[in-house]
């Protein structure tokens, strides 16, 4: 049998360049649910399709904190001062608002755990800084 006539891998990368190495995309943790809203009158918040996952009725009553300032979480809680409303969303109040930066038009990211139960809203500076690595991407000026 006569072996076929093949260049050895370094010509080939002369002429053609070294091939790409792609990586494989990690898979979605699947317990993590994704959703992005704007910010309506009076702190408005509609991310129904998160809270319907969660099983988050009207009437769900909910406590509210600010991690580090950046980041509303909110978790189901018998005593706590927001609640989910009739028309499936949530009202975040003014001084939350004003404590994290978060204005009427702003689009936010809305994250929630399925186990765990709670739900984070990012405001616009919060994704600034988790997406400043992806931003430089785009600046690069070609």
Do not use: F, K, N
């Amino acid at each position: 049998m006569i072996e076929p006539i093949v260049p050895p891998p370094p010509v080939q990368e002369r002429i053609h360049g070294a091939m790409p190495v792609r990586s494989v995309p990690r898979e979605a943790d699947a317990s993590l649910i994704y959703g992005m809203s704007v910010v309506g009158e009076g702190g408005r918040v509609t991310a129904r399709a998160v809270l319907d996952t969660l099983g988050w009725q009207p009437g769900t009553r909910l406590s509210l904190s600010c991690p580090d300032d950046q980041l509303i979480l909110l978790r189901p809680a018998a005593d706590g001062s927001i609640t989910v409303t009739a028309g499936g969303y949530l009202r975040v109040p003014v001084r939350t608002r004003r404590r994290v930066g978060l204005s009427y038009g702003d689009l936010v990211l809305v994250m929630a755990h399925r186990r765990c139960g709670g739900v984070l809203i990012h405001p616009p500076a919060a994704l600034d800084g988790l997406l400043a690595s992806s931003r430089r991407l785009l600046e690069v000026v070609p």
